[in-house]
C-alpha cells in the first residue's frame, strides 16, 4: 500500500464537518458496490451448484463436476480478460490492497471476471477488485459531484468504505490505514487524517451489515482463561502458520512465472482452471470458493475430519490459491489466507486437543494473514474476529512478534513488475492504468 500514500494537510474542523457528507455517500455506495457484486456471484453460484446439477441429477460435489465447473471458469474468466473491453484490469497479482485509480471503462469487465471468479469457485476473496471498482468509480464520481474534495481523499474513503464493508467493522480500515496516514507529509493529529476515512468506513460497515450481516465470528466453545501454555502454543503455532504461509510466498512468483509462460489469457486461467478443478475434485468443495463459509464450517465440524484429511485441506487450499492467484484469475489473496489459517489450527487442535481450538485457530489466522497481507494490523484483528473473544487479543499481540521477525525481510507475495501478452497489449498487466 506504499505506492498510494497521498500528501494531505491535516483539515480543520469546518473541512471535516463539511467533508463527512461525501464521506457518508461513498461509504455507502461502497457498500452497495459490494453487496451487488457478491449478489450477483451467489446466484451465479447456487445456478451453477445448486439449481443446474439438481435439474440433471447430478451430485455437485463429485470430483468430475467440481473439476468442469473449474475448468469452464477458467474459460469464462480468460475469455473476459482477453476479449472484454478493458481487459478485467491488472493481474491481480501485481496489484496491492489499495491501489491508483483505473479507468472508469475498465471496471465492467473487472466486476465481470471477479463475479466468474467467485461463483465458479476459485479460491481468491473479492477485496483486491472490490477495492479496485469502488477507488474507480468514486474518484469518477466525487470528481464530479465535490469537484473540492482532494482525489488522493476520495480514492482513502472509497477503500475504507469498502474495507469496512468486506470485513463488517470499521475498525479494519482504521487499522489498514494507521499505516498509511503515519507516513503522510504535513501537520495535524492522526486522528484528523484518520476522521473522514473512518466516515466512509462506518458508513460502509453499517450499509453492508443492514443488507447482509456479514461476519468472520466461528461459532466455538467459551474461552474465559489464559494459561502460560496458550500463550506458548499461540506464538508456536503462529510461527509455523507464518513459515506455511511464507513458503507459498516464495513458491507464488514461480508459479506466476510458469502459468504467464503461455503468454495468452486464455490459454493461462483455462490451465489455471483445470488445474482448480483438480485441486478441488481432490480436496472436496470445503477447499473451493474464498473460504469464508467453509472456514466455519470446517471449524464447526472438526469432529468430523481426521488429521490426515485436515493436512490435505491445508495443502490443496494453498496451492489453490497459488494457483488462482498465479493464474490470472481476479481476486484477493486475504480470504482464501484466512481459510488455510483456519484449517492449521484446526489441524493442530485435532493433532494436540489440550490446545484450546480459539487459540489454534486465531493463530493459524494470524501467522497466514500475516505471511499474505504483511500487516500486522490486519493479522491481529482478523485473528479476534474469527474467535469473537477479546481474551485472545493480548496473546496475538505477543504471538506475532516472532512471526513479524519472519515476514520483516521476506518477499512480498506480490508480482513487482506485470506481465504483458503479445496478443493483448495490456490485457494481462497494467490495463486501465
Same mark, same amino acid.
Given at each position: 500500500?506504499?505506492? =498510494?500514500?497521498?500528501?494531505?494537510?491535516?483539515?480543520?474542523?469546518?473541512?471535516?464537518?463539511?467533508?463527512?457528507?461525501?464521506?457518508?455517500?461513498?461509504?455507502?455506495?461502497?457498500?452497495?458496490?459490494?453487496?451487488?457484486?457478491?449478489?450477483?456471484?451467489?446466484?451465479?453460484?447456487?445456478?451453477?451448484?445448486?439449481?443446474?446439477?439438481?435439474?440433471?441429477?447430478?451430485?455437485?460435489?463429485?470430483?468430475?463436476?467440481?473439476?468442469?465447473?473449474?475448468?469452464?471458469?477458467?474459460?469464462?474468466?480468460?475469455?473476459?480478460?482477453?476479449?472484454?473491453?478493458?481487459?478485467?484490469?491488472?493481474?491481480?497479482?501485481? =496489484?496491492?490492497?489499495?491501489?491508483?485509480?483505473?479507468?472508469?471503462?475498465?471496471?465492467?469487465?473487472?466486476?465481470?471476471?471477479?463475479?466468474?471468479?467467485?461463483?465458479?469457485?476459485?479460491?481468491?476473496?473479492?477485496?483486491?477488485?472490490?477495492?479496485?471498482?469502488?477507488?474507480?468509480?468514486?474518484?469518477?464520481?466525487?470528481?464530479?459531484?465535490?469537484?473540492?474534495?482532494?482525489?488522493?481523499?476520495?480514492?482513502?474513503?472509497?477503500?475504507?468504505?469498502?474495507?469496512?464493508?468486506?470485513?463488517?467493522?470499521?475498525?479494519?480500515?482504521?487499522?489498514?490505514?494507521?499505516?498509511?496516514?503515519?507516513?503522510?507529509?504535513?501537520?495535524?493529529?492522526?486522528?484528523?487524517?484518520?476522521?473522514?476515512?473512518?466516515?466512509?468506513?462506518?458508513?460502509?460497515?453499517?450499509?453492508?451489515?443492514?443488507?447482509?450481516?456479514?461476519?468472520?465470528?466461528?461459532?466455538?466453545?467459551?474461552?474465559?482463561?489464559?494459561?502460560?501454555?496458550?500463550?506458548?502454543?499461540?506464538?508456536?503455532?503462529?510461527?509455523?502458520?507464518?513459515?506455511?504461509?511464507?513458503?507459498?510466498?516464495?513458491?507464488?512468483?514461480?508459479?506466476?512465472?510458469?502459468?504467464?509462460?503461455?503468454?495468452?489469457?486464455?490459454?493461462?486461467?483455462?490451465?489455471?482452471?483445470?488445474?482448480?478443478?483438480?485441486?478441488?475434485?481432490?480436496?472436496?468443495?470445503?477447499?473451493?470458493?474464498?473460504?469464508? =463459509?467453509?472456514?466455519?464450517?470446517?471449524?464447526?465440524?472438526?469432529?468430523?475430519?481426521?488429521?490426515?484429511?485436515?493436512?490435505?485441506?491445508?495443502?490443496?487450499?494453498?496451492?489453490?490459491?497459488?494457483?488462482?492467484?498465479?493464474?490470472?484469475?481476479?481476486?484477493?489473496?486475504?480470504?482464501?489466507?484466512?481459510?488455510?489459517?483456519?484449517?492449521?489450527?484446526?489441524?493442530?487442535?485435532?493433532?494436540?486437543?489440550?490446545?484450546?481450538?480459539?487459540?489454534?485457530?486465531?493463530?493459524?489466522?494470524?501467522?497466514?494473514?500475516?505471511?499474505?497481507?504483511?500487516?500486522?494490523?490486519?493479522?491481529?484483528?482478523?485473528?479476534?474476529?474469527?474467535?469473537?473473544?477479546?481474551?485472545?487479543?493480548?496473546?496475538?499481540?505477543?504471538?506475532?512478534?516472532?512471526?513479524?521477525?519472519?515476514?520483516?525481510?521476506?518477499?512480498?507475495?506480490?508480482?513487482?513488475?506485470?506481465?504483458?501478452?503479445? =496478443?493483448?497489449?495490456?490485457?494481462?498487466?497494467?490495463?486501465?492504468?
Amino acid at each position: 500500500m506504499t505506492a =498510494t500514500q497521498p500528501e494531505l494537510a491535516a483539515p480543520s474542523v469546518r473541512q471535516l464537518v463539511l467533508l463527512s457528507i461525501p464521506a457518508v455517500v461513498v461509504g455507502v455506495v461502497s457498500a452497495l458496490a459490494l453487496w451487488a457484486i457478491e449478489a450477483l456471484a451467489g446466484l451465479v453460484e447456487d445456478g451453477v451448484w445448486t439449481n443446474l446439477p439438481k435439474a440433471l441429477g447430478i451430485d455437485p460435489s463429485s470430483g468430475w463436476w467440481i473439476f468442469a465447473v473449474l475448468t469452464v471458469t477458467g474459460a469464462a474468466v480468460g475469455l473476459t480478460v482477453w476479449l472484454v473491453p478493458g481487459h478485467a484490469g491488472p493481474d491481480s497479482a501485481t =496489484t496491492e490492497l489499495v491501489a491508483p485509480p483505473l479507468r472508469p471503462a475498465v471496471v465492467p469487465s473487472l466486476a465481470l471476471a471477479t463475479v466468474l471468479g467467485l461463483a465458479g469457485g476459485v479460491s481468491l476473496g473479492p477485496e483486491n477488485p472490490i477495492i479496485a471498482i469502488n477507488i474507480s468509480l468514486m474518484v469518477a464520481l466525487v470528481g464530479r459531484l465535490w469537484k473540492a474534495v482532494p482525489l488522493q481523499l476520495v480514492l482513502m474513503m472509497a477503500a475504507s468504505g469498502t474495507i469496512g464493508a468486506l470485513f463488517g467493522t470499521p475498525v479494519a480500515a482504521a487499522l489498514v490505514f494507521t499505516g498509511m496516514v503515519a507516513a503522510i507529509k504535513g501537520g495535524g493529529a492522526l486522528w484528523d487524517k484518520l476522521f473522514l476515512p473512518l466516515v466512509a468506513a462506518a458508513a460502509g460497515s453499517l450499509t453492508m451489515t443492514l443488507l447482509a450481516h456479514p461476519h468472520f465470528g466461528i461459532p466455538m466453545p467459551a474461552y474465559t482463561t489464559v494459561t502460560g501454555w496458550d500463550v506458548l502454543a499461540a506464538i508456536v503455532l503462529g510461527v509455523i502458520a507464518t513459515a506455511v504461509g511464507l513458503v507459498g510466498v516464495i513458491v507464488f512468483p514461480l508459479v506466476h512465472r510458469a502459468f504467464h509462460a503461455l503468454r495468452h489469457p486464455l490459454l493461462m486461467t483455462l490451465l489455471g482452471g483445470a488445474v482448480l478443478g483438480g485441486l478441488g475434485a481432490l480436496g472436496g468443495p470445503i477447499t473451493l470458493f474464498k473460504g469464508l =463459509t467453509q472456514m466455519g464450517q470446517l471449524v464447526t465440524s472438526r469432529a468430523d475430519y481426521s488429521a490426515g484429511q485436515l493436512t490435505l485441506i491445508v495443502l490443496v487450499k494453498l496451492a489453490a490459491l497459488l494457483v488462482a492467484a498465479g493464474a490470472g484469475f481476479r481476486g484477493g489473496r486475504i480470504f482464501p489466507a484466512v481459510f488455510i489459517g483456519a484449517a492449521i489450527g484446526t489441524l493442530a487442535n485435532a493433532l494436540v486437543p489440550g490446545i484450546p481450538i480459539q487459540i489454534a485457530v486465531a493463530a493459524g489466522v494470524m501467522g497466514l494473514t500475516l505471511a499474505v497481507a504483511r500487516d500486522g494490523w490486519i493479522a491481529i484483528f482478523i485473528g479476534v474476529a474469527v474467535t469473537q473473544n477479546l481474551l485472545i487479543l493480548p496473546i496475538l499481540c505477543l504471538a506475532i512478534l516472532p512471526a513479524w521477525l519472519m515476514v520483516s525481510k521476506a518477499p512480498e507475495m506480490l508480482i513487482k513488475q506485470p506481465v504483458l501478452t503479445p =496478443t493483448s497489449p495490456r490485457a494481462a498487466g497494467g490495463a486501465g492504468r
